[in-house]
Structure formats: structure tokens, C-alpha cells
């Protein structure tokens, strides 16, 4: 049995247990004062062409998310989001917890537009009986695999700036959207389009840890209060920021995403040359093919995967997801199941399927 589940089944990329080992018995300042957080820091800063950015180390992508919102909402305040964003579909309402409100509008494909914010808050008027939209989160990539081009996020950010809104961007697969195929965004872009994004290291290399990152400080300038108030302030933060210096220093980071996205796109083209289609377009190493039910049987004998959606009686969408650490030799054999399944096609014409 072999696990296309998630992209965090493996442990880390050996060079960064190798530097972690290296450094084992160097001692350090605690609480992310550590010579390996601060040169992790200014690395990312360089990379993305930002010096007055404010980074943050934290453990994991909930964490993340429920820190930055918030320590940056008043009370009253509340978050636009997606239907299928983190957020609101899958952290057990840990934003909600921190009392506040999580607006969902439909979107498309896992995005949302300007137009969606702006009915967001033109729906929330109602003053002071009505919550108020302070903070917009988006993905990239998103939930179900799609990307936001330059143009999309640069709508996005200047209906925030035209709302007074704050965009958030949560990078848990950044990597994967840098580095999709037709991907015109870059590190950059992010850092000026966002007000405050994270990059994410558990999903692509790391043992564990992701990386908030505010535009500029003033944003931001009692993060570090809320950091320890809600225990993320580990003492032993060299342990993050060896991580992510390792990740960086030579773009390891956005090779491992490529490996990634590659091995989907491999399984990707066996399964559109088998006849079948997809929930959404493959773009990152998530893949949502629509698959009949029967293949899926033959398929879990082998391979963990999940079933995402029903889409009729005979068949439904399941969730294929690919990582630095894949074995290629359980993508060919993935792919070959899906050569020598029932072609769809002939299922339609005899009947058996729809």
C-alpha cells in the first residue's frame, strides 16, 4: 500500500536532518534570537526583494492562520474567505474560536474575485448589527489545486486597498503554485501584492514549520506578544530556522515543489489519456480526477488516497496528492493501473456508466 493522501507522509529533505544534525550541540540564544532564525530571515527577505518585511517562525499552518487573524482583527471584525478555504472548511472553527466571524462566499474553482469581496461586504451594512469585513484569505495554491495568476491577485489586492481590507494569503502549498506550470507570480509579487502571507515548510521539505511573513513591521509591531500569549514562541526556534535557511539559501525550497508538481503532472497525463476528466484543471501536485467507482475500488488495493466528492451513483472525485518524496516507482505503477482501467468511454456506450 502506497499513500498519495497528503504531502507530508515523509519526514524531511536529508539535508535539512544533515544540517540539524551539524548543528546539534551549537549552543543558542532561545525564542527564535538564534544566529540560524536570523540568517534564515534575512534570506527570505533577499529572496523576495522585501527588506522591510517582518518574518515570523511558527510550527504549523493552523497556527498560522489563527495568529495572524487574530492579533489583526478588532473584536467586531471578520474574514472573507472561500467556501473550501482552510479556514472555514477544515481547522474545526479555530478562527471562529478566537471570536471571529468567518464570511464564506462561493467563489470558483477554490478562488474568489473582487467582485466576491466587494458583495461580501456590501452584504455586512448593517451597522452595528452586522459584523465588519476587515481581512480578506485567500490560498495559492488553493485547497483543490488551483492557482491565482498576477492579474487575479493584483484585482484582489486593490479591491482590498479600494475596502480598506487586509489580504492575507495562506501559502501552506506556495511552493507548488511558484513553481505550476503557466504560473506568472513570484515570491516578490506576493510579498508586495499580500499584507501579510505565509510560506510553507511541512508541506514541502520540512520537518515541520512555516514562515509569516508581514509586508512591513508596522503591521505587525506587537506580533511577538501574541506569539507567546498563544504559545507558538518555541524556545527552541533554531529548530525552525535551520529549517528554513536550509530550504532557501539555494532554492531548495522550490525544487522540491517542482518534483512535486511533476510527479502529479505524470499521473496527470495517464489519467486524461485513460478517457477521464477532472474536478478541477491539474495545476500542483493536488489532483482531482472524477473516476468511476469501480476503478476506485481496484485502485485503493493498492494506493491511499481519498474520495473527495459524489458525483453520481457510478463514479465521484477523488483527491491524488504527490510530494518531494514520492517514488517514482509507484507513479508508474499508478499510472499503468489507470492505463489498464475500464476506459470510460466504452462504459457509455454499453451502459454501464454515465
Not at 492579533?71 to 481547522?91: C, D, M, Q
Not at 531548495?252 to 478517457?275: D, P, V
Not at 476506485?296 to 459524489?310: D, G, P, Q, S, T
Amino acid at each position: 500500500m502506497y499513500s498519495f493522501k497528503n504531502d507530508y507522509s515523509e519526514g524531511a529533505h536529508p539535508s535539512i536532518l544533515k544540517s540539524l544534525m551539524k548543528n546539534n550541540l551549537d549552543q543558542q540564544n532561545g525564542y527564535g534570537d538564534d544566529d540560524y532564525s536570523l540568517k534564515a530571515k534575512e534570506c527570505l527577505k533577499e529572496k523576495m526583494g522585501n527588506p522591510d518585511a517582518a518574518v515570523y517562525f511558527v510550527s504549523g499552518g493552523t497556527q498560522a492562520n489563527l495568529l495572524v487573524i487574530s492579533a489583526l482583527l478588532r473584536t467586531h471584525e471578520a474574514v472573507i474567505s472561500a467556501a473550501t478555504g482552510h479556514i472555514f472548511a477544515n481547522e474545526t472553527g479555530a478562527v471562529e474560536l478566537t471570536g471571529h466571524k468567518v464570511i464564506a462566499v462561493e467563489g470558483q474553482n477554490g478562488k474568489i474575485t473582487a467582485s466576491d469581496i466587494q458583495n461580501a461586504v456590501d452584504s455586512h451594512q448593517l451597522r452595528p448589527h452586522a459584523v465588519k469585513p476587515k481581512m480578506v484569505y485567500i490560498s495559492n495554491s488553493t485547497e483543490i489545486g488551483t492557482v491565482y495568476n498576477k492579474t487575479e491577485l493584483w484585482e484582489i489586492a486593490a479591491a482590498c486597498r479600494a475596502l480598506d481590507l487586509i489580504l492575507f494569503m495562506d501559502g501552506a502549498r506556495l511552493g507548488h503554485a511558484l513553481t505550476a506550470e503557466g504560473n506568472d507570480l513570484t515570491l516578490a509579487d506576493i510579498s508586495h501584492l499580500t499584507d501579510v502571507f505565509y510560506i510553507g515548510g511541512t508541506k514541502n521539505g520540512a520537518l515541520f514549520g512555516e514562515a509569516i511573513v508581514f509586508k512591513n513591521s508596522s503591521l505587525c509591531s506587537e506580533f511577538d506578544y501574541v506569539l507567546k500569549q498563544r504559545g507558538a514562541l518555541l524556545a527552541k526556534g533554531r529548530v525552525l530556522g535551520i529549517q528554513f535557511y536550509e530550504l532557501f539559501r539555494e532554492d531548495l525550497y522550490f525544487t522540491l515543489a517542482a518534483k512535486a508538481n511533476g510527479y502529479a503532472q505524470q499521473i496527470a497525463e495517464a489519467i486524461s489519456k485513460a478517457g477521464y476528466e477532472f474536478l478541477t484543471q491539474p495545476a500542483t501536485n493536488q489532483l482531482f480526477p472524477i473516476l468511476p467507482k469501480k476503478v476506485i475500488a481496484r485502485l485503493h488495493e493498492k494506493f491511499a488516497f481519498y474520495v473527495w466528492k459524489e458525483i453520481d451513483k457510478r463514479s465521484a472525485a477523488v483527491r491524488i496528492i504527490t510530494s518531494w518524496a514520492t517514488d517514482q516507482k509507484w507513479v508508474d505503477e499508478f499510472a499503468e493501473d489507470i492505463k489498464n482501467s475500464t476506459n470510460p468511454k466504452l462504459d457509455r456506450i454499453s451502459g454501464k456508466g454515465k
